[in-house]
């Protein structure tokens, strides 16, 4: 159901089978881990990026649980960075995340 979704242009869609979007999955998700110190909320958790803005680099990770979480990336010289940074926002679930990307496109 939720794999034919097309993500609103801005977006860029991580989830197919490409090689760019391996790539690009690799890179996101390498640098989740590398910005999120053990005291931040998502330290520790398998974050699957899918899909990434090209307005204001917010990613979106699906998360094991089912939930979703929007990061902030903020790209530090040194990491990790100090929590609450990168700033994230939890959604629960796809119907959560619909609404968080309808009221993105409106920001
Ligand atoms: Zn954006």
């Not at 998700?29 to 110190?37: C, N």
């Not at 803005?53 to 990790?80: F, N, Q, R, T």
Request: aromatic fraction near 8%; include cysteine; charged fraction near 30%.
């Amino acid at each position: 159901m939720t794999d034919s979704y097309v993500f609103p242009e801005r977006w860029s869609d991580l989830r197919g089978r490409d090689p760019a979007d391996e790539r690009d999955r690799d890179r996101l998700e390498a640098e989740l881990a590398r910005e999120v110190a053990t005291s931040h909320p998502l330290s520790g958790l398998r974050a699957s990026a899918i899909a990434a803005c090209s307005h204001c680099d917010d990613v979106i990770y699906e998360l094991p649980d089912g939930g979703y979480a929007v990061v902030h990336l903020s790209w530090p010289k040194s990491a990790p960075d100090r929590p609450p940074w990168p700033v994230h926002k939890r959604v629960a679930d796809w119907a959560a995340l619909m609404s968080y990307i309808d009221d993105h496109e409106d920001a």
